[in-house]
């Protein structure tokens, strides 16, 4: 009898676990990465952890790859490496900036087109000049969102997208969660199916990212690490953590991504790989990756379409890294970087909703680039 239970179960679960995909991992010298110097990383995380404005009480997870591999995964204080972490508005270039170029490249929009060809509420005299680029880019004019009673998602959507912009589009940058709404509407309007089941149908499943997605299940949830009270009330384990993203039911083009450093660093290896995954599987072709990733000048420095890249607000950027570099940071408390002159990445991933954290992924960037022994 113990047998056959034995059997059933794997069995039942063996599918999970054939289906998960991870990167190699390796030693760091094996990448040409100098292990006594990442070894500050320690010494950042437990400064960070031992002071109350920054990770106090709560923990954090560091992922470095470099070649396809990672060097180096630690989780410190309470985390676990196969933490599964709310994402905030690393959800902007991951999913919602991510679906928008897959769409371009399917010939079903275009970048420099007018946001009024696919939302009928921008056909108004202040809207009608406001490109996809502008709302990628936060240069559309728009603040972060209307505000408003949230009880309602269907009047709050409304609000959004009835919104009037505050500037005329180009003319200064304002980092805006609803222009990424407002795309991830156009994503829907334009495929067909929401943000979630779209990039997890095109983009996540083809890369083995088995554990990143909206709205996780009870089985993801019980390894998310929970986030803090927010403006509509308390939170459990797998529920976002933005008060917008919340009140659209947890599916939003700003926030609502959840994944683990595992997952994330598939996809950094697809975009280092210029789209294709470690495996094989392509997503993306080069030119829709370089023009992803190729700096647009904006007031204050330079954005990609849905990538940090060089700005005067981007303090989560390791200062170290190259001009071509791009990331996110995300108010969760996460930071995820990409140098594709060096072939590496950073993930810094914890449950603090402040910028506090900020500068510390910044530091612990750094350190990656300084252990570099081949550039």
């Known amino acids: 009898m113990k047998r056959l239970s034995l059997l059933l179960f794997v069995f039942l679960f063996l599918p999970t676990i054939v289906d998960a995909e991870q990167l190699p991992r390796c030693k760091p010298s094996e990448v040409a990465l100098d292990e006594t110097v990442l070894a500050k990383i320690d010494g950042l995380a437990e400064e960070a952890l031992a002071d109350e404005k920054v990770l106090l009480g709560k923990g954090c997870i560091v992922c470095v790859g470099r070649h396809g591999k990672i060097a180096f995964l630690k989780s410190y204080d309470d985390k676990k490496t196969d933490t599964v972490f709310d994402l905030a508005s690393v959800t902007k270039p991951v999913a919602t900036g991510t679906a928008i170029m897959l769409l371009a490249q399917q010939g079903k929009l275009n970048i420099d087109?007018?946001?009024?060809?696919?939302?009928?509420?921008?056909?108004?005299?202040?809207?009608?000049?406001?490109t996809i680029r502008h709302l990628l880019t936060h240069v559309g004019g728009f603040l972060?969102?209307?505000?408003?009673?949230?009880?309602?998602?269907?009047e709050f959507k409304e609000r959004l997208l009835t919104m009037e912009p505050k500037s005329k589009p180009g003319e200064s940058y304002v980092y805006s969660c609803a222009s990424f709404i407002m795309l991830g509407e156009i994503v829907e309007r334009v495929s067909g199916q929401n943000l979630n089941d779209f990039t997890r149908e095109n983009i996540y499943k083809p890369l083995g990212m088995n554990e990143t997605c909206f709205l996780p299940d009870e089985v993801l949830s019980q390894r998310a690490a929970i986030t803090v009270a927010s403006k509509l009330g308390d939170r459990k384990p797998g529920q976002v953590n933005d008060f917008q993203a919340f009140a659209l039911g947890g599916i939003s083009g700003n926030a609502g991504l959840f994944s683990t450093a595992d997952d994330l660093a598939l996809f950094a290896v697809m975009m280092l790989n210029q789209g294709e995954s470690q495996t094989g599987k392509r997503i993306f072709d080069k030119n829709t990756v370089k023009n992803m990733t190729a700096p647009n000048t904006i007031p204050g420095g330079f954005r990609g379409l849905g990538w940090a890249m060089k700005h005067e607000r981007d303090v989560h950027r390791p200062t170290k890294m190259s001009p071509s570099a791009y990331g996110h940071g995300g108010w969760t408390g996460n930071a995820f970087w990409i140098d594709p002159k060096y072939d590496v990445f950073t993930i810094f991933l914890s449950n603090k909703t402040n910028r506090a954290v900020y500068p510390l992924a910044s530091k612990i960037g750094d350190v990656v680039i300084d252990s570099i022994t081949d550039k």
């Open 113 to 130: 087109d007018a946001a009024a060809l696919y939302l009928k509420e921008f056909d108004t005299p202040e809207k009608r000049t406001i």
């Open 144 to 154: 972060q969102g209307p505000g408003g009673d949230l009880s309602n998602a269907k």
